[in-house]
Protein backbone atom coordinates (compact mmCIF):
# COMPACT_ATOMS: atom_id res chain seq x y z
CA UNK A 1 0.00 0.00 0.00
CA UNK A 2 1.64 3.10 -1.45
CA UNK A 3 1.50 6.65 0.34
CA UNK A 4 -0.92 5.31 2.42
CA UNK A 5 -0.15 7.65 5.19
CA UNK A 6 0.66 11.04 5.28
CA UNK A 7 4.14 12.56 5.53
CA UNK A 8 3.68 14.17 9.17
CA UNK A 9 2.64 10.54 10.37
CA UNK A 10 5.37 8.48 8.16
CA UNK A 11 8.10 10.99 10.31
CA UNK A 12 6.84 10.18 13.57
CA UNK A 13 8.78 7.62 15.92
CA UNK A 14 7.56 5.37 18.18
CA UNK A 15 6.79 7.54 21.72
CA UNK A 16 9.98 7.72 23.69
CA UNK A 17 8.50 5.51 26.70
CA UNK A 18 7.63 2.85 24.30
CA UNK A 19 10.51 2.49 23.01
CA UNK A 20 12.68 2.50 26.24
CA UNK A 21 10.24 -0.01 27.43
CA UNK A 22 11.06 -2.14 24.14
CA UNK A 23 14.22 -2.23 24.69
CA UNK A 24 14.66 -2.93 28.55
CA UNK A 25 12.76 -5.98 27.21
CA UNK A 26 15.16 -7.04 24.64
CA UNK A 27 17.92 -6.86 26.93
CA UNK A 28 16.20 -8.23 30.16
CA UNK A 29 17.49 -11.53 30.03
CA UNK A 30 20.93 -10.44 29.86
CA UNK A 31 20.85 -8.33 32.63
CA UNK A 32 19.13 -10.40 35.23
CA UNK A 33 22.27 -12.48 34.61
CA UNK A 34 24.52 -9.89 35.57
CA UNK A 35 22.30 -9.66 38.37
CA UNK A 36 20.73 -6.48 36.66
CA UNK A 37 17.42 -6.30 36.90
CA UNK A 38 16.27 -3.56 35.28
CA UNK A 39 14.48 -0.58 37.53
CA UNK A 40 12.49 1.84 35.84
CA UNK A 41 12.63 5.10 36.57
CA UNK A 42 11.59 5.93 33.19
CA UNK A 43 7.78 6.44 33.14
CA UNK A 44 5.86 9.34 35.38
CA UNK A 45 3.70 6.52 36.60
CA UNK A 46 2.78 5.76 40.03
CA UNK A 47 3.54 2.22 41.15
CA UNK A 48 1.80 2.47 44.28
CA UNK A 49 -1.55 1.60 44.88
CA UNK A 50 -4.54 3.43 44.38
CA UNK A 51 -6.60 4.11 46.74
CA UNK A 52 -8.24 1.53 48.90
CA UNK A 53 -11.89 3.50 49.10
CA UNK A 54 -11.51 3.55 45.52
CA UNK A 55 -11.16 0.29 44.48
CA UNK A 56 -13.85 -1.03 46.78
CA UNK A 57 -16.12 1.76 45.03
CA UNK A 58 -15.29 0.18 41.95
CA UNK A 59 -16.39 -3.35 42.55
CA UNK A 60 -19.65 -1.98 44.28
CA UNK A 61 -20.49 -0.13 41.18
CA UNK A 62 -19.45 -3.15 38.92
CA UNK A 63 -22.46 -4.95 39.72
CA UNK A 64 -25.04 -2.03 39.39
CA UNK A 65 -27.51 -2.22 36.53
CA UNK A 66 -27.25 -0.49 33.16
CA UNK A 67 -23.17 0.32 34.28
CA UNK A 68 -22.09 -1.54 31.46
CA UNK A 69 -23.70 0.01 28.73
CA UNK A 70 -22.12 3.25 27.07
CA UNK A 71 -21.62 6.16 28.28
CA UNK A 72 -21.31 9.85 26.79
CA UNK A 73 -18.03 11.54 25.56
CA UNK A 74 -19.06 14.42 27.70
CA UNK A 75 -19.11 12.21 31.08
CA UNK A 76 -21.99 11.33 33.04
CA UNK A 77 -23.57 14.25 35.20
CA UNK A 78 -22.44 12.74 38.08
CA UNK A 79 -18.72 12.32 37.27
CA UNK A 80 -18.62 16.56 35.98
CA UNK A 81 -20.83 17.17 39.16
CA UNK A 82 -17.99 15.97 40.66
CA UNK A 83 -15.08 18.08 38.83
CA UNK A 84 -17.20 20.93 39.18
CA UNK A 85 -17.06 20.03 43.06
CA UNK A 86 -13.28 19.58 43.00
CA UNK A 87 -12.74 22.65 41.02
CA UNK A 88 -14.44 24.94 43.59
CA UNK A 89 -12.71 22.83 46.46
CA UNK A 90 -9.24 23.17 44.96
CA UNK A 91 -9.20 26.13 43.46
CA UNK A 92 -12.76 28.49 44.27
CA UNK A 93 -12.94 28.01 40.67
CA UNK A 94 -16.83 27.95 39.45
CA UNK A 95 -17.53 25.91 36.55
CA UNK A 96 -20.99 24.95 34.77
CA UNK A 97 -21.67 21.88 34.42
CA UNK A 98 -23.21 21.49 31.24
CA UNK A 99 -21.05 23.43 28.83
CA UNK A 100 -17.67 24.19 30.50
CA UNK A 101 -16.65 20.33 31.46
CA UNK A 102 -15.70 17.03 29.80
CA UNK A 103 -14.83 14.08 30.57
CA UNK A 104 -11.25 12.16 28.64
CA UNK A 105 -10.31 9.00 28.56
CA UNK A 106 -7.15 10.44 30.26
CA UNK A 107 -5.39 13.83 29.24
CA UNK A 108 -3.61 12.68 26.58
CA UNK A 109 -6.40 11.46 24.57
CA UNK A 110 -7.56 14.99 25.19
CA UNK A 111 -4.49 16.64 24.06
CA UNK A 112 -4.41 15.07 20.75
CA UNK A 113 -7.81 15.54 20.09
CA UNK A 114 -7.99 19.19 21.14
CA UNK A 115 -4.59 20.05 19.21
CA UNK A 116 -5.84 17.96 15.98
CA UNK A 117 -9.76 19.91 16.10
CA UNK A 118 -7.83 23.25 16.18
CA UNK A 119 -5.19 22.32 13.67
CA UNK A 120 -5.42 22.91 9.99
CA UNK A 121 -3.10 20.40 8.43
CA UNK A 122 -0.20 21.62 6.19
CA UNK A 123 2.54 20.18 4.46
CA UNK A 124 4.88 23.63 4.02
CA UNK A 125 6.50 24.32 6.89
CA UNK A 126 5.84 28.06 6.77
CA UNK A 127 1.98 27.15 6.09
CA UNK A 128 1.54 25.14 9.32
CA UNK A 129 -0.81 25.97 12.25
CA UNK A 130 1.29 27.04 14.87
CA UNK A 131 1.54 25.66 18.39
CA UNK A 132 3.73 27.02 21.02
CA UNK A 133 4.87 23.83 23.44
CA UNK A 134 7.29 24.49 26.19
CA UNK A 135 10.34 23.07 25.72
CA UNK A 136 11.81 21.16 27.41
CA UNK A 137 8.34 19.71 28.00
CA UNK A 138 5.86 16.85 27.69
CA UNK A 139 7.35 14.94 24.65
CA UNK A 140 3.55 14.33 23.17
CA UNK A 141 3.47 17.66 22.54
CA UNK A 142 5.38 18.11 19.67
CA UNK A 143 4.36 14.49 18.13
CA UNK A 144 0.77 15.28 18.49
CA UNK A 145 0.78 18.64 16.64
CA UNK A 146 2.93 17.04 13.74
CA UNK A 147 0.92 14.10 13.31
CA UNK A 148 -2.09 16.78 13.13
CA UNK A 149 0.44 18.63 10.37
CA UNK A 150 0.80 21.47 12.58
CA UNK A 151 3.92 23.23 13.91
CA UNK A 152 5.59 22.76 16.96
CA UNK A 153 7.74 26.12 17.88
CA UNK A 154 9.70 25.69 21.49
CA UNK A 155 9.32 27.90 23.80
CA UNK A 156 12.17 27.74 25.91
CA UNK A 157 12.66 27.05 29.75
CA UNK A 158 15.71 27.99 30.93
CA UNK A 159 17.52 28.61 34.04
CA UNK A 160 18.30 32.15 32.55
CA UNK A 161 14.64 33.10 32.19
CA UNK A 162 13.84 31.17 35.54
CA UNK A 163 11.23 28.27 33.48
CA UNK A 164 8.89 31.21 32.52
CA UNK A 165 10.33 32.55 29.55
CA UNK A 166 8.68 36.33 28.34
CA UNK A 167 6.17 35.42 25.64
CA UNK A 168 6.80 38.58 23.87
CA UNK A 169 10.35 37.52 22.76
CA UNK A 170 9.29 34.44 22.00
CA UNK A 171 6.75 36.06 19.33
CA UNK A 172 10.02 38.10 18.19
CA UNK A 173 12.14 35.26 17.53
CA UNK A 174 9.39 33.31 15.88
CA UNK A 175 8.72 36.41 13.19
CA UNK A 176 12.95 36.34 13.05
CA UNK A 177 12.34 32.90 12.00
CA UNK A 178 10.13 33.50 9.08
CA UNK A 179 6.83 32.60 10.55
CA UNK A 180 3.53 34.44 10.53
CA UNK A 181 1.86 35.20 13.74
CA UNK A 182 -1.27 34.71 12.33
CA UNK A 183 -0.60 31.53 12.40
CA UNK A 184 -0.40 30.73 15.99
CA UNK A 185 -3.66 28.86 16.98
CA UNK A 186 -2.89 28.26 20.98
CA UNK A 187 0.18 28.11 23.37
CA UNK A 188 0.37 24.95 25.89
CA UNK A 189 1.94 25.91 29.22
CA UNK A 190 2.95 23.26 31.75
CA UNK A 191 2.99 24.08 35.51
CA UNK A 192 3.89 21.79 37.48
CA UNK A 193 6.38 21.12 34.56
CA UNK A 194 7.03 17.43 33.40
CA UNK A 195 10.57 16.81 33.18
CA UNK A 196 11.82 19.98 35.23
CA UNK A 197 9.15 20.36 38.13
CA UNK A 198 9.32 23.96 38.21
CA UNK A 199 6.19 25.74 38.63
CA UNK A 200 5.66 29.03 37.57
CA UNK A 201 4.22 32.38 39.96
CA UNK A 202 0.93 34.08 39.57
CA UNK A 203 1.93 36.81 37.91
CA UNK A 204 4.23 34.93 35.16
CA UNK A 205 0.21 33.11 34.42
CA UNK A 206 -1.64 36.41 34.83
CA UNK A 207 1.06 37.61 31.88
CA UNK A 208 0.59 34.96 29.93
CA UNK A 209 -3.19 35.12 30.05
CA UNK A 210 -2.68 39.26 28.70
CA UNK A 211 -0.62 37.44 26.18
CA UNK A 212 -3.10 35.20 24.96
CA UNK A 213 -5.71 38.04 25.13
CA UNK A 214 -3.49 40.09 23.31
CA UNK A 215 -3.19 38.03 20.20
CA UNK A 216 -5.77 36.30 20.23
CA UNK A 217 -4.20 32.59 20.80
CA UNK A 218 -5.75 29.82 22.62
CA UNK A 219 -4.26 29.22 26.15
CA UNK A 220 -4.41 25.49 26.81
CA UNK A 221 -2.76 24.82 30.43
CA UNK A 222 -1.86 21.42 30.91
CA UNK A 223 -2.25 20.73 34.92
CA UNK A 224 -1.46 16.94 35.05
CA UNK A 225 0.54 17.21 38.11
CA UNK A 226 -1.46 20.00 40.14
CA UNK A 227 -1.97 17.59 43.15
CA UNK A 228 1.84 16.80 43.24
CA UNK A 229 3.26 19.04 45.26
CA UNK A 230 5.68 19.38 48.85
CA UNK A 231 5.28 22.47 49.63
CA UNK A 232 1.89 24.63 50.58
CA UNK A 233 4.14 27.59 49.67
CA UNK A 234 4.50 26.36 46.35
CA UNK A 235 0.66 24.84 45.89
CA UNK A 236 -0.37 24.57 42.22
CA UNK A 237 -3.35 26.90 41.26
CA UNK A 238 -5.36 26.89 37.80
CA UNK A 239 -5.14 29.23 35.40
CA UNK A 240 -8.97 29.69 35.77
CA UNK A 241 -8.53 31.11 38.85
CA UNK A 242 -8.17 34.53 37.21
CA UNK A 243 -10.95 36.67 35.78
CA UNK A 244 -11.69 36.45 32.51
CA UNK A 245 -8.93 33.73 31.88
CA UNK A 246 -11.81 31.26 30.46
CA UNK A 247 -12.75 33.93 27.57
CA UNK A 248 -9.28 32.50 26.15
CA UNK A 249 -8.33 29.18 28.16
CA UNK A 250 -9.12 25.43 28.90
CA UNK A 251 -7.23 23.60 31.45
CA UNK A 252 -6.41 19.60 31.24
CA UNK A 253 -6.68 17.51 34.45
CA UNK A 254 -5.96 13.80 35.11
CA UNK A 255 -6.38 11.89 37.53
CA UNK A 256 -3.81 9.31 36.76
CA UNK A 257 -0.79 10.74 38.93
CA UNK A 258 -2.54 11.80 42.04
CA UNK A 259 -4.67 8.52 42.54
CA UNK A 260 -1.76 6.24 40.61
CA UNK A 261 -4.67 4.98 38.12
CA UNK A 262 -2.88 5.53 35.09
CA UNK A 263 -4.57 2.64 33.09
CA UNK A 264 -7.98 3.72 34.48
CA UNK A 265 -7.63 6.17 31.72
CA UNK A 266 -9.78 9.43 33.14
CA UNK A 267 -9.25 13.03 33.10
CA UNK A 268 -11.27 16.13 32.28
CA UNK A 269 -11.03 19.43 29.96
CA UNK A 270 -12.51 22.56 31.85
CA UNK A 271 -12.81 26.29 30.83
CA UNK A 272 -14.20 28.32 27.63
CA UNK A 273 -17.20 27.06 26.88
CA UNK A 274 -17.20 26.99 23.57
CA UNK A 275 -14.01 25.48 23.19
CA UNK A 276 -15.03 22.45 25.91
CA UNK A 277 -18.42 22.62 23.70
CA UNK A 278 -16.79 22.21 20.02
CA UNK A 279 -14.12 19.90 21.64
CA UNK A 280 -16.69 17.86 22.71
CA UNK A 281 -18.87 17.41 19.57
CA UNK A 282 -15.93 16.31 17.56
CA UNK A 283 -15.05 13.83 20.10
CA UNK A 284 -18.55 12.61 19.77
CA UNK A 285 -17.65 11.08 16.75
CA UNK A 286 -14.34 9.07 18.06
CA UNK A 287 -15.20 7.65 21.97
CA UNK A 288 -18.12 7.07 24.10
CA UNK A 289 -17.06 8.48 26.61
CA UNK A 290 -15.46 6.68 30.22
CA UNK A 291 -16.85 2.86 31.32
CA UNK A 292 -19.25 4.55 33.52
CA UNK A 293 -18.34 2.17 36.94
CA UNK A 294 -14.83 4.11 36.77
CA UNK A 295 -16.74 7.61 36.27
CA UNK A 296 -19.02 6.86 39.41
CA UNK A 297 -15.97 5.67 41.25
CA UNK A 298 -13.81 8.63 40.75
CA UNK A 299 -16.45 10.95 41.15
CA UNK A 300 -16.41 9.71 44.81
CA UNK A 301 -12.75 9.72 45.10
CA UNK A 302 -12.19 13.38 43.89
CA UNK A 303 -14.30 15.32 46.52
CA UNK A 304 -13.64 12.61 49.61
CA UNK A 305 -11.83 12.41 52.56
CA UNK A 306 -10.26 9.57 51.62
CA UNK A 307 -8.84 10.82 48.36
CA UNK A 308 -7.79 13.75 50.14
CA UNK A 309 -5.79 11.71 52.26
CA UNK A 310 -4.15 9.47 49.90
CA UNK A 311 -2.58 12.79 47.57
CA UNK A 312 -1.15 13.88 51.14
CA UNK A 313 0.13 10.85 52.15
CA UNK A 314 1.90 9.92 48.37
CA UNK A 315 3.49 13.63 48.64
CA UNK A 316 5.20 12.65 51.45
CA UNK A 317 6.56 9.70 49.62
CA UNK A 318 7.38 11.67 46.96
CA UNK A 319 9.79 13.92 49.49
CA UNK A 320 11.22 11.28 51.08
CA UNK A 321 11.76 9.55 47.79
CA UNK A 322 13.77 12.76 46.17
CA UNK A 323 16.01 13.15 49.92
CA UNK A 324 16.54 9.19 49.29
CA UNK A 325 17.76 10.21 45.42
CA UNK A 326 19.37 14.00 46.00
CA UNK A 327 21.67 12.16 49.04
CA UNK A 328 22.80 9.47 46.43
CA UNK A 329 23.69 11.75 43.13
CA UNK A 330 25.40 14.16 45.59
CA UNK A 331 27.49 11.23 46.26
CA UNK A 332 28.06 10.10 42.78
CA UNK A 333 29.56 13.36 42.56
CA UNK A 334 26.53 15.40 40.92
CA UNK A 335 26.27 19.34 41.31
CA UNK A 336 22.79 19.15 43.44
CA UNK A 337 22.03 23.08 44.51
CA UNK A 338 19.24 21.62 47.70
CA UNK A 339 17.81 25.67 47.28
CA UNK A 340 16.57 24.89 43.78
CA UNK A 341 15.01 20.93 44.12
CA UNK A 342 11.95 20.87 42.72
CA UNK A 343 8.94 21.42 44.63
CA UNK A 344 6.23 19.93 42.79
CA UNK A 345 5.85 16.30 40.50
CA UNK A 346 7.89 13.40 40.81
CA UNK A 347 10.63 14.17 38.59
CA UNK A 348 14.23 14.87 39.24
CA UNK A 349 16.13 16.72 36.18
CA UNK A 350 19.84 16.63 36.29
CA UNK A 351 22.83 16.92 33.81
CA UNK A 352 24.59 14.05 32.05
CA UNK A 353 27.96 13.06 33.48
CA UNK A 354 31.05 15.46 32.29
CA UNK A 355 32.28 12.85 30.15
CA UNK A 356 29.25 12.50 27.89
CA UNK A 357 28.46 14.91 25.16
CA UNK A 358 24.78 13.33 24.60
CA UNK A 359 21.95 12.48 27.13
CA UNK A 360 21.07 9.21 24.71
CA UNK A 361 24.76 7.71 24.85
CA UNK A 362 24.97 8.23 28.82
CA UNK A 363 21.53 6.53 29.14
CA UNK A 364 22.09 4.16 26.95
CA UNK A 365 24.85 3.11 29.16
CA UNK A 366 23.23 3.03 32.19
CA UNK A 367 20.70 0.90 30.79
CA UNK A 368 23.24 -1.30 28.88
CA UNK A 369 25.53 -1.80 32.10
CA UNK A 370 23.44 -1.29 35.02
CA UNK A 371 19.73 -2.19 33.94
CA UNK A 372 18.89 1.61 35.02
CA UNK A 373 16.18 3.31 32.64
CA UNK A 374 15.75 6.73 32.56
CA UNK A 375 14.88 9.31 29.90
CA UNK A 376 17.40 11.39 28.06
CA UNK A 377 16.57 15.11 28.18
CA UNK A 378 16.25 15.99 24.40
CA UNK A 379 13.41 13.63 24.11
CA UNK A 380 11.42 16.58 25.92
CA UNK A 381 12.59 19.08 23.30
CA UNK A 382 15.78 20.66 21.51
CA UNK A 383 16.36 22.38 25.39
CA UNK A 384 16.85 18.98 27.05
CA UNK A 385 19.94 17.96 25.70
CA UNK A 386 22.89 17.38 28.25
CA UNK A 387 20.26 16.24 30.76
CA UNK A 388 18.35 13.30 32.06
CA UNK A 389 14.86 12.48 33.96
CA UNK A 390 14.36 10.36 36.73
CA UNK A 391 11.24 9.21 37.98
CA UNK A 392 10.95 8.45 41.69
CA UNK A 393 7.94 6.66 41.87
CA UNK A 394 9.51 3.36 42.92
CA UNK A 395 10.03 1.67 46.21
CA UNK A 396 12.76 3.01 48.32
CA UNK A 397 14.66 -0.06 47.91
CA UNK A 398 14.69 0.16 44.41
CA UNK A 399 15.66 3.81 44.17
CA UNK A 400 18.70 2.74 46.91
CA UNK A 401 19.38 -0.07 44.74
CA UNK A 402 20.18 2.27 41.92
CA UNK A 403 22.56 4.37 43.61
CA UNK A 404 24.13 1.41 44.67
CA UNK A 405 24.84 0.08 41.34
CA UNK A 406 25.88 3.65 39.55
CA UNK A 407 28.16 3.27 42.57
CA UNK A 408 29.74 -0.32 41.85
CA UNK A 409 29.36 0.34 38.07
CA UNK A 410 31.59 3.09 38.02
CA UNK A 411 28.60 5.87 37.10
CA UNK A 412 29.53 9.51 38.37
CA UNK A 413 29.28 12.84 37.62
C1 LIG B 1 2.54 16.82 31.24
C2 LIG B 1 1.67 15.64 31.00
N1 LIG B 1 0.46 15.84 30.47
C3 LIG B 1 -0.37 14.81 30.22
C4 LIG B 1 0.00 13.51 30.50
C5 LIG B 1 -0.95 12.41 30.17
O1 LIG B 1 -1.54 11.87 31.29
P1 LIG B 1 -2.83 10.94 31.18
O2 LIG B 1 -3.10 10.72 29.73
O3 LIG B 1 -2.50 9.69 31.89
O4 LIG B 1 -3.95 11.71 31.81
C6 LIG B 1 1.24 13.26 31.05
C7 LIG B 1 1.68 11.87 31.34
O5 LIG B 1 2.80 11.59 31.65
C8 LIG B 1 2.10 14.35 31.31
O6 LIG B 1 3.33 14.17 31.82
Same mark, same amino acid.
Given at each position: ?????N???M??? @?????????K?A? *? =??? %? +????? !??????????T??????????????L?????????V???????????????????????????????L????????????F????H?E???????L??????????????????????V?? @?KE????????S? *? =??? %? +???Y? !???????????????L?V??????????????????I??????????I??????????V??????K??????????K??????W??????GN?????????GK?????G????????????????E??D???????????KQ?????????????????S?????????????????S??????????K???VIV???????Y?????R?????S???????I??????????
Amino acid at each position: MKNLFNEDVMAID @TYIMVKLKEKTAQ *L =ADA %L +EKKNR !RPISLSMGAPTSNPPAVLIDKLKEFLTEDNIHTYSVTRGEPYFRQAVAQRMKNHFGVELDVNSEICSLLGSKDGLANLIRFIITPHHEDKQKDIILIPDPGYASYGQMIQCSGGKAYPVPL @TKENNYQPDMESV *L =AKL %L +EDGYD !RSKIKALIINYPNNPLGVSASREYVKSIIDFCKKYDILLISDAAYCDIYFDEKEKPFSVLEFAGAKDIAVEFFSLSKPYAITGWRLGWLCGNSEVVGRFAKGKSTIDNGIFKALQKACAYILNSPEGEDYIYQGNLDYKRKQAIMVKGFKELGWPIDENSLPHTTFYLWLPVPRKYNSSFKFCEDLLEKSGIVIVPGDAFGEYGQGYFRVSIVCSDEQLQEVIDRMKADGFKY
